[in-house]
């Protein structure tokens, strides 16, 4: 069965504690079932317009235990039915009766789903509202009789109506006839327990009751005269609580649903395309009411981008094709009215953002008033309304020729798809907990914005996380390469030792990146140590030592910051930006570390012959003169130098065409290869030419592939790094300084 929400008596809760309250688990919550109709009515008839579930919140509050209940408990967009389910299942759960709750689909489902999850009598108090009598076998009788009605009703209108595709109003036909069965022994289990007085001053009884809940929870518990103590003091007939929202004001498509988070987030998130947000809504209500209009000035006043048809269609544009778009995207607003429902475009639109899959994480409804999609036999209305439109289509068509109609063909076939998915759809959406149009209207669309960049945030750092476990995967799989290599076996058994790990490569990517260094460095001087007595050829050690620099290569990777790389490599992948790109280092050594991070290749260096400075082996250092340089000397300077680093030969004179095509393509595809020449200039140089925009402006006309980069860290700037630089740098050259040969005796 999936009965859904959105009628009179809408209720569900989750099993957690709201706003700093004592901390409870899901097995010590304690939960409220009742109908909205009665929590709504009883704030009107009382004079401190406080509802019965109001007293009980602030009388349990008072007694330090959290009443979980569904205006608190239920986010916007979440499912009722996983809350209900959560209820249901739920350790200590309050039950309010009434006739409204009787009537209810809802609440039956909560109250069949208890008994179905064990320990009724145990896990349930209830209080009987309006002098409900469920003793009485007239009155048993009554429901049962109202249950009947009620299947029979719904039965007779499906059978007005085709039978395929709507699933839920079987599902819906079945429950009522399970409420119909289980009922009566609900009833009964109920009158044989006695109840709380509705009138939550009889001190005795409700100090009675707030003792029973403590010894459910399993907390020490006082006496009943404690308790009566404790009423009489006042502690039940405090003020209620101030809450932002009237329940009056609550809905889920129509007036009795249910409230949802409020979260606030701190600073806005920069949109991409793959974050962007579309509204998918009916053009005849816009017009009518200009909801998105106004749905577009809350975004814009939070510096966000909403994409809709009117901006993003422009003349001659495919509108298929942005309705595609639509439906691919990752954050949906839908604005549900009853022209949305019997439009061919939104349905199609609908149609297109279910077949993407993950639907209810990907949309965020907005249903307009009027609007009620829960009631089977306002879906029946629906489905009834497609199947006329598909008959009166294929009546007209009859009277046509077969041949050159493949457009009206596909008005038909879309036309079958929208009422074979309608009920699905509708169902999917019923689910989803909303607010009404005013109060999104009211409060600026608050509560959905923040929703929307709630889940931005959230799918955002899952992509990070996604990212950062994928880099370390590909750099275990590269160690793994060198380490499985027949002449690297040497090396790979001193680690196992140095490590005491059979799996010396999924541990040095899980240690401290120092330590994983350190034992990497100390792995290896064992092993050249051990070919000193071996007396190995040249070639021997040097593809040990080629192996050991490349494992070396890829794990120096991991000290690079994960957020950093996110935060710059945007910068990189976009060509218009590859000149004069700052980067917070101080060393030639840490740029290579953080350039190769970037670009996803193992770090290469080259040393002096002292073994003191290091740098990229293809980073190219400007040591120009300060001053005196005309810009076209500097650039035909910095091309000889880049020259003689990619091709490793005294560069031409001059520089033709031809000889600037092959240098710029050269460096594009070595990058490819895995070598990243770029040019480094140290902002610490006062009056450097190089800082000249002009100079830039002539190298990028000629090498666009050229990375330039500035290195420097003032004062506030953060490390890159998750170690000090100078640190990494020591780490580098005393990895480097291993003399293979040289320590032979």
Known sequence: MSPINTDPHVFAIEGVVMNGQKNQTKNDAVFVSYAWKDENQSKNDAKDQQGLV???????????ITLLRDKDCIGYGESIRQFMDELAAGGCIIVVLSDAYLKSKYCMYELLEIEKNGQFHDRVFHVVLNGLRIDDAKEKIYYLKYWEEEAASLKEEMANVDPTYMDSIRDDLNFYADIRRGIDNLMKILADKKALPENIDA???????????????????????????DLSNGLSKTKPVNTSLDSSQLVNNNSDAIVTEGVVMNGQKNQTKNDAVFVSYAWKVENEKAVVDRLEQAFNSRD???LRDKNEIKYKDSIRQYMERLGAGDYIIVVLSDAYLKSK???????????????????????LQGLNISEPETKLDYLNYWDDKIAILEEKMKKSRQAHRNGVNEDLNLYMEIRR????????LADMNVLTEEIHVETDFEVLIDKIL????????????AARKKFRLKVKEKINQQLNRNPLFLLKTALVEELASQYPADTLCANDIETSIKSLHKATKKCFDFLLDENPSDTERQIIWNGAVSIFGWLILLSVQDEKVIAYEKLFNDESNNFNIKIPVETEAGIEVFVSRLSEQPATFKVDDACMDVAGRYCVGAHLPEGGCHEDDLVLEIKRLIWKSVFNQEPPAVFSKSDIDDLNYTLQVRREYGENHYLIIPVSVQNNPLNNPEVYRKLSEDLSALWTISIGRGENESEVLLMPEFHLLVLI????RINYKGNKK
């Open 454 to 465: 709630l889940t931005l945030n959230e799918d955002d750092k899952k992509q990070k996380e």
């Open 304 to 306: 966000i981008t909403l």
């Open 54 to 64: 109001d007293q009980l919140e602030q009388v349990c509050k008072e007694h330090n």
């Open 203 to 229: 001190g005795t009884d409700f100090g009675a009751f707030i003792g029973k809940l403590y010894s459910r929870l399993g907390w020490t518990s006082k006496t009943n005269d404690d308790w009566q103590s």
């Open 345 to 367: 475009f939104c349905m199609f639109e609908l149609l297109t953002i279910n077949e993407h899959k993950q639907f209810h994480q990907r949309v965020f409804p907005i249903v």
């Open 421 to 428: 998915s309608c009920d699905n759809l509708m169902t999917i």
């Open 733 to 736: 050259r005393e990895f480097l």
